[in-house]
């Protein structure tokens, strides 16, 4: 039995962004206008549902680093991401590897779809840095650079799943490599997009590529049918989230940030300690303290995330402790 159309579950103009058009996509690959301007794709927009599946599968990972693809099309400067999916590799926590199992499984996923009538093409793909920022390593800019020269248009998309957790919001950039030959304008500023520093084993990698690449805007949108069900999963989980303590789901790397910002103010403080011997005064010393300058001001970022994080935990421990979190689980109240 065919149930009868919702007029309520569609609106035409939020829903349009899932209407793929295949000739229009393929005019702008034939065309090639990214060929002339190096920065013609501006703009990434993620569906909701690629988004959660992306972000579900970067914190499954923990500490290793995943990877998976993601489909879409073009629409003028735009690209647009309907889906995504995660490819079976071998991950590190340094990269990830794709092996003859990934492409097979690439190969069939693609006829699956085909056969489902899910014509969109794969133009781009995904990996996590859990706990260091969003940006491309060596690696990644020469595996990009390789996917843009033979399977353009293609973007890669890098989200961090522990500082996610930590700020609340998905922490997500979306990249393209710059060719070769193109001198774009330097940068020596080694922060990632939320304006945090690149940890400190991983500044000399950081460095030495950022040059390379250039970032895209990041949007997202979503169906109507998909704010049904994410109000649906809201109904039906809002105790468990906002009883959650990110103290704790997210302690290691929290854990790691301190660390790591140990490790930076000792090498500043030497550094300082040694322009203060020699007296040494110029653009160094003045670049050093910029950075203790910057190194405070993190230090006052990382104390106020634990105090609201405290602050929060006893909020929640007298809203949801005992007596509600019984009832949260379906107990009944006990009688006083």
């Not at 997009?193 to 690149?198: C, K, R, T």
């Not at 460095?207 to 949007?219: F, I, M, N, P």
């Not at 105090?307 to 929060?312: E, K």
Request: charged residues 25%.
């Amino acid at each position: 039995m065919e149930l009868p159309p919702n007029p309520g579950l569609v609106d035409v103009q939020r829903d349009a962004l899932y209407a793929y058009d295949a000739d229009a996509h393929k005019a702008v690959v034939n065309s090639r206008p990214w060929t002339t301007d190096y920065k013609y794709f501006k703009t990434v927009r993620i569906s909701s549902v690629a988004m959660i599946k992306m972000v579900m599968h970067a914190r499954s990972g923990g500490n290793l680093e995943v990877m998976g693809m993601m489909q879409g099309y073009i629409e003028g400067s735009t690209m647009v991401i309907t889906d995504a999916y995660r490819l079976p590799v071998e991950g590190t926590e340094t990269r990830v590897n794709a092996q003859d199992e990934a492409n097979e499984y690439m190969v069939e996923y693609l006829r699956l779809c085909r056969e489902e009538n899910r014509l969109e093409n794969v133009i781009g793909w995904y990996h996590s840095h859990p706990g260091y920022g969003c940006w491309l390593s060596g690696i990644d800019v020469g595996t990009q650079s390789l996917q843009q020269q033979f399977n353009e248009p293609f973007v890669a998309v890098v989200i961090d799943p522990d500082r996610t957790v930590s700020q609340n919001k998905v922490e997500i950039g979306a990249f393209r490599t710059i060719p070769e030959g193109v001198k774009p304008p330097a940068t020596t500023n080694a922060t990632t997009g939320d304006g945090q520093s690149v940890p400190l084993n991983k500044v000399e990698d950081f460095g030495a590529h950022s040059h390379r690449y250039y970032a895209l805007d990041v949007e997202h949108f979503k169906s109507t049918l998909d704010s049904k069900l994410l109000e649906t999963l809201w109904n039906k989980y809002w105790v468990q989230t906002l009883a959650q303590n990110p103290l704790l789901t997210n302690r290691d790397y929290t854990s790691s940030q301190m660390v790591d910002l140990g490790s930076r103010i000792l090498k500043a403080s030497k550094t300082l300690e040694t322009l203060s011997t020699t007296g040494q005064r110029g653009p160094k010393s003045d670049a050093v303290d910029q950075n203790i300058e910057k190194l405070l001001g993190e230090v006052k970022q990382i104390t106020a995330k634990e105090r609201s994080g405290l602050m929060a935990a006893e909020v929640k421990g007298k809203v949801f402790g005992c007596g509600c979190r019984g009832q949260a689980q379906g107990a009944q109240p006990e009688n006083p």
